[in-house]
């Protein structure tokens, strides 16, 4: 029994130690990005997304599972929802020991079926910028963050996988479709 309450103390420690983190970020404006080598697309800042719902996922090459799992959901989303306001943007960052070639991140991005924007997060620049930097006990690279159309963050997934059925799915599909019925601010 003592082991448990020591394993339910560490957890909830654990987890205020995160929702701290993650409340200093949200509801705060999105710092523009930092990437280069566009695929699906032209150059994108924040500023030409102005009136915009922003999800922004970081993701790795197609061998990481919650890349994967979470593909179909982000293709999903884009395509349901980008003629009601909603631009989808994969920034990748590259983990792998092997050279960087963005030529493969954009075979790897055709693979998962992403026809919105990607682009490289190249040395993790705005990753560290907007995530880690912030919440150095983050478990996680492969990030959500939805940003409304005034260029605020109004929800982070803190990183790992959101499938269709499963709770993570139907609060990032919730939370999208919210912030597509608000209108942006004059």
Known sequence: M?????IFF????????????????????????????WFN???LSLGDLSGKVVLVRWWTDPYCPYCTASAPSLNEWYKAYRDKG??????YHHKSSMPLEAQQV????????????VAIDRDWITLRKWWLDKNPKA??????FLIDRNGIIRYIHPGGQYVKGDDDYAMLKSRIEELLTEKPEE
Request: no cysteine; glycine share 4%.
């Open 86 to 91: 909603l631009i989808v943007i994969g920034l």
């Open 10 to 37: 560490l957890l909830s420690n654990s987890m205020v130690l995160f929702a701290d983190d993650e409340s200093q970020i949200v509801g705060t404006k999105a710092q523009e990005w930092t990437v280069s080598d």
């Open 106 to 117: 954009k075979e790897n991005s055709a693979s998962l079926g992403f026809k919105f924007p």
């Open 41 to 43: 697309s032209r150059p």
């Open 139 to 144: 478990r996680w690279t492969s990030i959500s």
């Open 2 to 6: 003592r082991k448990l309450l020591i």
